[in-house]
Structures are given as structure tokens and as C-alpha cells.
């Protein structure tokens, strides 16, 4: 039976509708032709071997179960004429598709590009369990073998550096160790991820085999609707429905049965079809139901032409493709090629969409590229010229690498074809970035090790101050290593923390003591006010000696013991003065004059200063006599100044006389100011320290001697 109808072979709209003539070629070398490349599960480890397509399809079907493979002889009787389709004849090729094809297809699934060279070990342990517990297993495959290649680069560089360090320091490589704590839990996610692919592959065996004995069952069943025909047509009508549907709904089989399954199904289907041409009434009801299937589907197709999501839309059209041509053919000849035409159609104005999207898509992708490639180019330009020499320069450009990286992990997709061209020159960019900053900081190393020792010497004086009361003193100090702790610069990480602890608290426990210094100051003060009154009232009372050098020395030991004790609280000072007061009255009472007590007030402070070895009390004087001298120069300069008043005067001029007299005063004044400041310039408290403790060896000795 010859039927002439609309050949058209693609269901993208992209050919005009032509009239192929009839050839003689039966209905099953036919479909043969249009399912050769039938592809129907996507990856399986079962692969097609033959030497031509006629040889595969007679080992396939030797394969068929009994009941499901024709007879030989019934297939070769069986020569329907070839017949010009209404549908698209690879419709149902979405069958065939590869998984891994699938999963590409998926933009929100998409695993993100990342520079795993730059991680550390513990931070590629993280990402690993991150990505496992977000992605599906398949879609990670180059996501963990990149993972794991920098996994085991870095642990090696570690090791590396480790056995070095291991050797510098005297070891011998036989001995050497290394543990890497982060190797096994990386590993164990690794593992767990290949788990989780292999059981999805057995998964989908599993799944892939049972669709097979479904579409087995189908094609028995749909044989035996025409060998077996039941005399009830709605009955049979039924179950062709359900059967269609049921096929329809079957999910992939294995690629080795692919084809031969598809074969036999269509060539039971054309059996069954001209079964239906012999009986009109069932005929009917199937163009009927046909028809009904090709209006919602073009209804259908209408509704996407509004769906905003291209990509979604292009999917959902492929899916009413494999409905039309598995549940609206054949239908009446009047509506064929008028539905068709109208299905496809709208197949052109979708795909019309699709060609604006992928336009958008390309000029996107190429605007990501440039834009990558700029940021590249930035990186590689970190390291051009003269390279950075301190640890804050090189944090400068660390901080400007991190943010380029982040920039190019913003951009999005770039075109196919350079998408690994583009990935592979980044990585090779910030490889070199890292090969400079690894150099400098490995070469910093040594000056890290130097400042640590620099540090120690400065934890050391603190810790020597940290309960000195030597307030002037040790302040200044405190203060002094403070401010060389911050020009030494880093030390190693591991020792950062621990050293400046140890720095800081040695410190805060000085200035915590320093800030209360003056309670504790005030009680020594009160009590140095009591010995002093003591010592007043036992000066007022005791004897005194009557030679004038016996009462100078007396008085002088007094003096001593005076300045030994220290100073009084403020307000109390003139204390000091009633000493003053009280030793003049003992030497005016002896009969010396001004001069003379001055001269024994003098020698005095001198002689307790270097009894005493008072560093403090010798400082003061030196700065009070001074102050005194630059006073009385100033003095001396004015009446200078002022005598020129008197150019025309008589020397007899009682005023002129008095003005020479002063000057002359003056300068006697400072001749003994001077003469003072030089006796206390050549007191040397260090040799007086070390001629008084040679004295008291002597002494010791003399008493060991006497012993």
C-alpha cells in the first residue's frame, strides 16, 4: 500500500517541505536508515562492534529475547513502501543523549572555576567536602581531578621544604619523616566522591536494563495486538494507547541494544499501522486520538513562544518533538500537512529565539574573554621590572593579586574553544606570581630568624624593669626598647604571638606599677620626713665640737646622713631649709664668716655626693651651678652695657665707682661659680664605686687576716 506523504526530516524548521518520490525500500530498512545513529543511554560500559550496520542489526536482534525478534523470513515478506513523514524523525534521539552532554547543558549547576595551586592543604580539605555536599557526583570529575593534582603538588612542596629544613639542621635523610595530617582526610573525601560516581553508574545499569525488559514486554505486547486482534476494537484501541504511552514514558537502555530495539519496536509499529488500514473503524479512532495529541502540542508550543527562559523553552520543544512523533502519527491525510506545518512553524519562530539568545550569548562571552585576558595581562605585569624588597611591598601586591583573582573568577563564561586556553595562561600567571612571592618570603626567612633574637635581647631588659623602682631610670628605658621593637620588623608566624605575649606583659607590668607609684612614693616620703625631724632635734641636742675643722666635720657627717634619707612629701621641703639654717647657726655660733660657711656648705654637699655615689643628687648640682653661672653672666653683660653710660664720667663719681665695684663683685662670682662647676665635672662616682670596694676588700681582708 503506497501513501504519499510530506517528507520532513528536521524538526528544527531549517530545510523547505520537498516531495521525495517512492522508492522501493520497506519499511524496515527505512527506519534502519533513520536510526542508525540511535543513541539511547548516554555513557555505558557496553560498546556496539560490527563490521556494518546490517551485521549489528542481525547480532542485536539475535540478542532479543524469544517472542520479542520477528521472524527473518516475516521481515524480508514485509515491503511497505517508503513513506513521506509528518514529523521530525530524530525526535526521539533525546533518548540517545549522553549524560555528560546533559549535564553541560546545565548553566546553575555549572561547578565554578577555581585556582586550587593557591589553596592550602586544609582549605582544599574544606572545598572538597563542600563540593561533594553541592554538586552532583558527575559534574565534579574535573572539578576533583584538578583538586586532587594541586593536593598532591603542594603536599609535595611541603615535604620538600621539610626534608631540607630536616637536613640543614643535621639530619640524615634516612631518618626523615614527614607527616601530612590533611592527607588522609583529603583522601577519604576523594574516595567517597569515586564512590559516589561508580554507584551512579551502576545506578543507572541497573535502571538502564530494567527500561530494556520494559520496551521488551511493549514490543511483545504491541506484536501481539496485530497477530493476536481481539474482536472488541475499542479494547484494542485501548491498550495500542496505552502501549504508545508506555513506551514513551521508558527511560533509556543500554547503547548495545539501542539500536536494535528501536528497529524491531518501529517495525511492529508499521505492522500494527497497516493492520489499522484494514480495519476502518479502529483507523478512525486512531487518527482521532492523533489529532487530539497534535492540537494540545500546538497549543503547547504557542504557550513557549511567550516562555522568557529560551533555554527552557528549546528543551520543552525537543520533548513535544518526541510526543508528536510517538503519540500524534498518523493522522487522517486532510490534517497531516496542516497540522505539521503549523507545528513547525512555531518550531522556527523558537528556534528564531535561540539564534538571538546564542548571538547575546557569543557577544557576551567574547566581552568575558577580553576582559579576562586584560586581568591576565595585570597579573603578569605584578612581576615585571623591579621586584618588591620589603614584606609590605610584597603585602601590597599580594592584596592586588587577590583582588585580580577575584575579578576573574567574576567574570563569567568565556567561548568554548578558549575557555582552557584562557584557564590555562591565569594559572600560568599566577604561578609566577607565586614562584617571586614564595622566593622573597623563603629568602626572608633568615632576617625573620635574626629579628627573633633581636626580640629576645629586648624581652630580656623587660623583663629586668619589670619590678624596678628606679622610676626615672627604668622608664626611659621601657620606653627606648618599645620603640626598637618596632623598627625590627617580623619575626617567624609560629613565634609571633608567644614573643610579643612575653614583651607585652613584661611591659604592662612596669607601667602598672609606674602608674601607682605614687602611693607607694608618698609613705617612703612621710617616712623620710620622720627621720629627718629626728635627726633635727638630735642635732639640736648633742654636743658640739668646738674646734672649728671637728665641728666642719661634724657637720658634714650630718650632711651625709641627710641626703641619705631621701625626699619628703610636697609641702614639707622647707625642712631642708631649717637644716640649712640650723647648720649656718653651729658655724656663725663658732665664729666663721659668710664665705667661710659657704665654702663648708660646698664642700659638704661635695663630700656626701661622692660618699653617697648619688648619680641623681651630682646631676642636679651640676644643673643648679650652671643655672647660677648663666645668671650671673647675664648680670655681668648688663652692667657691663649700662657703664657706658658713664664714657664722660670722673672716676671719683661715687656712682660710676659703685657700678665698677658691682661688676667686679660679679665676676669674682662667677669666677667661683666656674671653679665649682669644674670640681664637680671632674668627680668620677664610677671610680669612687670601684676605689670604696677595693677598700672594703682590704677591710675584709684585714678582718679575715685578724680572725
Known sequence: MSIDKDNLPKADGQENLTNAPETTETNQDAKASELTAEDTTGEAPIQIHGDSAEQEMTEDLEKLPEGVVPDAEEMKEQKPTSIEKDFDENADQDQAQNEDEEENEDEEQTVPLKDYDDMSLADMVKEAKELIGTYAPLKLREAFGNLRDSFRKKAEEIEAAAKEKFLEEGGNAIDFRHDNPHGTPFFDVYAEFRSKVDAHYKKVEAEQEANLKEREAIINELKALYTEPSENNSHIFKKFRDLKTRWHNAGRIPKAQAGNIFKTYY??????????????ELRK?????????????????????????????????????????????PVAEEMREKTWLEFKSLTNKIHDRKTELNEKLQKKQQENLEKKRAVIDKISKLIEGDLPKSHNAWQKKIKEMKGLREEFFAL??????????????????????????????????????????????????????KNSSDWNNSVQVVKRIQAEWKKIGHVPRKYSDKIWKEFSQANNQFFDRYKNRNNEKLEKQKENLDKKLALLEEMKTAEKPKDKDALLAWINDYSVKWSTIGYVPNGKQDINKDFS????????????????????????????????????????????????????????????????????????NPLFKNAIQNIENKVNELKELESRFDDLRHINLDALEQAQDAAAEIEADAASEEE
Open 267 to 280: 517495525f511492529h509499529l508499521d505492522n500494527f499501522n497497516e493492520f489499522l488500514d484494514l480495519n476502518q
Open 285 to 329: 479512532m486512531d487518527y482521532e486520538h492523533n489529532l487530539e495529541v497534535r492540537h494540545s502540542i500546538i497549543d503547547r508550543a504557542k504557550a513557549l513562544l511567550k516562555e522568557e527562559n529560551v533555554q527552557k523553552a528549546l528543551n520543552e520543544l525537543q520533548y513535544l518533538h518526541r510526543m508528536w512523533k510517538e503519540e500524534g502519527v
Open 412 to 465: 563569567g563564561r568565556v567561548p568554548r574553544e578558549n575557555n582552557q586556553p584562557t584557564w590555562d595562561a591565569f594559572k600560568e600567571a599566577s604561578k609566577g606570581f607565586n614562584h617571586e612571592k614564595n622566593a622573597f618570603y623563603k629568602n626572608m626567612k633568615a632576617e625573620q630568624m635574626e629579628n627573633l633574637e633581636k626580640k629576645r635581647k629586648l624581652v630580656e631588659i623587660a623583663n629586668e624593669h
Open 581 to 652: 639654717s640650723l647648720t649656718e647657726k653651729f658655724l656663725t655660733d663658732a665664729g666663721l664668716d659668710k664665705n667661710a660657711i659657704a665654702k663648708a656648705q660646698w664642700e659638704s654637699q661635695i663630700d656626701r655626693i661622692k660618699t653617697t655615689l648619688d648619680e641623681d643628687a651630682l646631676r642636679n648640682l651640676k644643673y643648679d651651678t650652671r643655672k647660677q653661672m648663666d645668671e650671673v653672666q647675664k648680670e655681668v653683660t648688663h652692667l657691663q652695657t649700662n657703664l657706658a653710660f658713664f664714657s664722660n664720667a670722673d672716676e671719683n
